[in-house]
């Protein structure tokens, strides 16, 4: 592999841009021998190639405000912009995510079919369930059998 593709799979490993990612002159050639992603990363865990910090300009104003904020302020109705509902998405996809993630474990031991899955799915896309316990009730009240020690596996998926 040469230099340019070892940096490309570089910065897709390390989720970086690929002008940050540097290669230490001594490591250039074990850089070109790296064929696969492995020997990308072992390179990356001995130190040969790495990523150079990120730089945060941040303006003294930025800096005022963010401190202002910790504090509370600036906060207020005034500075509010859209409806309850669109400034709460953050905790609405966090629920969802989590909810799909043990739609997912289920489905991958085989303990609901697929069109078990299917309809949860749905169930959870809609907005049914509030939690994971009560998805996992749901899921139990119509007949799938998850033993105890299962179900709190499942809780902190």
Do not use: C, W
């Not at 043990?102 to 299917?118: C, F, G, M, P, V």
């Not at 049914?128 to 709190?152: C, M």
Request: aromatic letters at 4%; charged letters at 40%; glycine letters at 8%.
């Amino acid at each position: 592999m040469s230099v340019k593709l070892t940096k490309r799979v570089a910065a897709d490993i390390l989720k970086r841009g690929e002008t940050s990612i540097k290669i230490k002159p001594s490591a250039i050639d074990d850089a070109k021998k790296a064929i696969t992603r492995d020997d990308v990363k072992e390179l990356i865990k001995n130190g040969s190639i790495y990523a150079i910090v990120e730089k945060h300009n941040k303006s003294r104003y930025g800096k005022d405000l963010k401190k202002k904020r910790a504090e509370g302020r600036k906060r207020g109705p005034g500075k509010k912009k859209g409806t309850k509902k669109v400034r709460g998405t953050a905790n609405h996809m966090k629920r969802m995510r989590s909810q799909r993630r043990i739609l997912a474990a289920l489905k991958e031991d085989k303990t609901i079919s697929n069109e078990q899955y299917k309809e949860f799915y749905a169930l959870v896309k809609g907005g049914t369930f509030q939690t994971k316990a009560t998805l996992l009730n749901h899921i139990r009240s119509k007949g799938v059998a998850i033993n105890d020690e299962r179900l709190e596996k499942l809780k902190h998926i």
